[in-house]
């Protein structure tokens, strides 16, 4: 396999060495966290725990758990955030994450024009000072893991 950051990121978060925005919910067939290159609060990815580069490669199980994982997550970010609804968006096309990964994006009433829809990935690997600062992605994260505690490793519906 060619390098890939997303492998690592997961190596870490199985070394329990992720902090806590990188490590919101691990489910056995998805980890949820967020993205740390980003202008927008809540902007989540779901992340595939193993290495798959297509979503014609994902197993039945993983598909399966993907569904209610995109619903669950766009429902706590509309109750945290309350966003007016969350974009869901699928490329993994990154020269370094070519790994499935899921984008889940709160959408607020007040986004500008120039992000709305495809737009807002202008608003992702944005300059260090635009970005989300760790203390508030790790405080959403702390919130989310309470509605998304039904999310874990013994979850039988996930795999």
């Known amino acids: 396999m060619t390098e890939c950051r997303t492998c690592e990121l997961l190596a870490r978060r199985d070394a329990g060495d992720a902090p806590v925005w990188d490590s919101i919910v691990r489910s056995r067939a998805w980890d949820v966290v967020h993205c740390d ?29 993907l569904g209610p994982l995109v619903r669950d997550v766009s429902r706590a970010l509309h ?3 309350h966003c007016q609804k969350t974009y869901v968006a ?23 024009e120039q992000y709305l829809g ?32 039904g999310y874990s490793d013994e979850q039988t519906s996930l795999g």
């Open 37 to 65: 290159s980003t202008a927008i609060l809540g902007w989540i990815v779901l992340v595939v725990r193993r290495h798959v580069p297509a979503v014609a490669e994902l197993t039945d199980d993983e598909a399966a758990a």
């Open 79 to 81: 109750d945290l955030l």
């Open 118 to 149: 495809p737009g807002v990935f202008q608003l992702l690997g944005v300059p260090e000072e635009e970005r989300v600062p760790e203390q508030e992605m790790n405080q959403l994260a702390t919130r989310l893991r309470t509605l998304l505690s």
């Open 90 to 112: 699928q490329f993994a096309e990154s020269t370094v994450h070519r790994h499935v990964h899921v984008h889940v994006v709160p959408k607020d009433a007040c986004l500008p």
